[in-house]
């Protein structure tokens, strides 16, 4: 699925395939996406700010300046995909696999 640039605003997605979807550029503040399979997808610079991305398979994605900021990411797996300057401030994440969390100090 193409929606790059899409705007996706207090959308319902939840249980939805977007395996190999394009989301780059899209904005799905306070979107629902439980449950949702990201497989492969690329996610470059999407606005996820406080949405609901709860148990949602993100494998093999492509996370580059992508914002989660205040997301629900509990129990999602990030395993194998790329990740770089992507942005977790406050962002819920337990039980959240593949992601290197920072220890506070």
Known sequence: ADLRFAELSDANLANADLSYANLSHANCYSANFRYVNFDGANLTKTNFYNA???DCNIRHAKIIETNFRQANLASSTFTGSKIKK???FS???LNTRGIKH???R
């Open 102 to 104: 920072k220890k506070k």
């Open 91 to 93: 962002a819920h994440t």
């Open 86 to 88: 992507a942005i977790f």
């Open 52 to 54: 609901n991305l709860y």
